[in-house]
C-alpha cells in the first residue's frame, strides 16, 4: 500500500514536471513562432548587418 502510495506520487511528479516543461517551451515558442510570422523584432541584429 505504502509502495504504491510512493509509486503514485512519484508517477504525478513525472507528469507535473513535463506539464510544467510542456508550458514552457510553448511560452518560449510562442512569441518565436509570432515574431517569425510578423515583422522580424528591432531588438535582433540580423537586419542590421
Aim: charged content about 15%.
Amino acid at each position: 500500500m505504502i509502495s504504491m502510495v510512493a509509486d503514485y506520487q512519484r508517477g504525478s511528479l513525472e507528469v507535473l514536471a513535463i506539464g510544467l516543461l510542456a508550458a514552457l517551451v510553448l511560452v518560449l515558442a510562442i512569441p518565436m513562432l509570432q515574431d517569425i510570422s510578423s515583422t522580424p523584432d528591432p531588438m535582433l541584429p540580423i537586419e542590421a548587418e
